[in-house]
């Protein structure tokens, strides 16, 4: 199997890191508002309402029932980290969830995804998690840090990122701009989705940001 391969290292890590700190100095004041990058406070986003909006290259499913995520079953590690580590935690992750499938001769139920608590690149310790969908019928895996659980249906606002690292902490900020201004914000982690394409690579992912349903 082929293997997933390290996220794109540093440079992801400093783009997420300056759009999280911009959405949560909204809550928990580590930032003054003239701190903020530009780029996370540079537009008006549209009022809350059912279905998608569209700003820009972002999609944002809004908060309600079609902004909720389903319950899924799932193969999943997880840590707590430091952030310094979170390029080479990512790739050997994903690398131990490659081979779970195969020795398990599971089939994925769709694209593999992150958890990551916004601990992480505040405090620059935190949980994170890497998963893959499975069966919900599929047996217990054998042991070791590879995991079954059931993620929980969360209600979710979601930014689709169409690229590579490059770009990716831009639509964050706009994402966690949008969720902050409209003061829909729940605690929890992060959710991306790795919806084509090897993590940190050109691709198409999914962020989702945890919000009150």
């Not at 003054?32 to 909006?53: F, K, M, Y």
């Not at 590579?164 to 929890?188: M, N, P, Q, R």
Request: charged residues 20%; hydrophobic residues 40%.
């Amino acid at each position: 199997m082929k293997k997933s391969g390290a996220r794109g290292g540093s440079l992801w890590i400093v783009l997420v890191v300056i759009a999280v700190m911009a959405v949560s100095a909204f809550y928990v004041g580590k930032l003054r508002l003239s701190e903020i990058p530009d780029r996370a406070i540079g537009h008006s986003p549209p009022a809350p309402q059912a279905g998608v909006v569209r700003d820009k290259s972002i999609e944002y499913v809004v908060t309600g029932p079609a902004g909720s995520s389903a319950a899924v079953s799932v193969l999943v590690i997880r840590d707590t980290i430091d952030l310094v580590d979170l390029g080479g935690w990512f790739a050997q992750a994903n690398d131990d969830l490659d081979d779970e499938l195969e020795r398990s001769a599971l089939s994925a139920q769709g694209p593999r995804g992150g958890l990551w608590s916004t601990e992480l690149f505040l405090d620059e310790r935190g949980d994170c998690a890497v998963f893959w969908p499975v069966s919900p019928t599929a047996a217990a895996t054998g042991g070791g840090r590879v995991r079954r659980e059931v993620l929980p249906s969360v209600h979710m606002a979601v930014a689709t990122h169409h690229g590579d690292d490059a770009t990716i902490g831009d639509v964050y900020a706009d994402l966690g701009a949008y969720v902050s201004e409209h003061g829909i914000g729940a605690t929890g982690p992060v959710r991306e989705t790795y919806v084509d394409g090897i993590p940190g690579q050109s691709g198409t992912t999914e962020i989702a940001w945890p919000v009150h349903s």
